[in-house]
């Protein structure tokens, strides 16, 4: 009974920012490593960032410099801070968490739309 709750999608303006937060509960085994993916419609979900056990992180070329992917030390939490935002980053953004023994979990989806 793994739950992930996102919270922090919403309409904003281009230019604007966006923090999306993710909160990971029940899990029988640690994680390992914690993502954001992105969906926009017609258009397969694609990897935005993802964190490590170890802090390292990855992003996809088109929000290199504007997000930043995060993790609190202590608790399963995973934080998306997005500025200048564009249209093109409208999309379901859905967190995702890795256990040690490679196990899956998606969070429900967020919806971001920025507006032009």
């Known amino acids: 009974q793994v739950q992930l709750v996102e919270s922090g999608g919403g309409l904003v303006q281009a230019g604007g920012s966006l923090t999306l937060s993710c909160a990971a509960s029940?899990?029988?085994?640690?994680?390992?490593?914690m993502g954001w993916y992105r969906q926009a419609p017609g258009k397969q979900r694609e990897l935005v960032a993802t964190?490590?056990?170890?802090?390292?992180?990855t992003y996809v070329d088109s929000v290199k410099g504007r997000f930043t992917i995060s993790r609190a030390n202590a608790k399963n939490t995973v934080y998306l801070q997005m500025n200048s935002l564009k249209p093109e980053d409208t999309a379901v953004y859905y967190c995702?968490?890795?256990?040690?023994?490679?196990?899956?979990?998606w969070g429900q989806g967020t919806q971001v739309t920025v507006s032009s």
């Open positions: 964190i490590s056990s170890g802090d390292s992180t």
């Open positions: 029940g899990s029988r085994y640690s994680i390992n490593a």
């Open positions: 995702n968490v890795r256990t040690i023994v490679n196990a899956v979990y």
